[in-house]
């Protein structure tokens, strides 16, 4: 496991975090889990947006290597998570199905 200084410049670049990201399952009807293959030393904004734009959920991470979001209520469709840092921003699609 590795540890990144994102405080000292040092931080992991937009590749690096997205390649460092595991997104399970996908789709999903409702739980959505985030593992991360490193730990940042600083926290990440979390963001589910709608495919226009509007965001439905945020959260800071608190530097854990696994983050658990629940999305049970948001209604079917396509969404796009972004992960921001000091540094880099990474963005996924999710699929929400049905119940």
Do not use: C, H
């Not at 410049?9 to 996908?26: K, V």
């Not at 800071?60 to 840092?85: C, K, M, N």
């Amino acid at each position: 496991m590795q540890i990144v200084d994102l405080k000292n410049g040092t931080g992991i670049d937009a590749e690096e975090l997205d390649q460092a990201l595991t997104i399970w399952p996908n789709p999903t009807a409702g739980k959505i889990t985030l593992l991360f293959n490193m730990i940042p030393s600083e926290p990440l904004n979390i963001s589910i947006m709608t495919i226009t734009g509007k965001t439905i959920l945020l959260q800071v991470s608190d530097s854990r290597q696994e983050i658990e979001l629940d999305i049970f209520d948001f209604p079917e469709g396509l969404y796009i998570l972004q992960i921001a840092s000091r540094t880099s921003l990474v963005n996924r699609r999710i699929v929400k199905m049905g119940r």
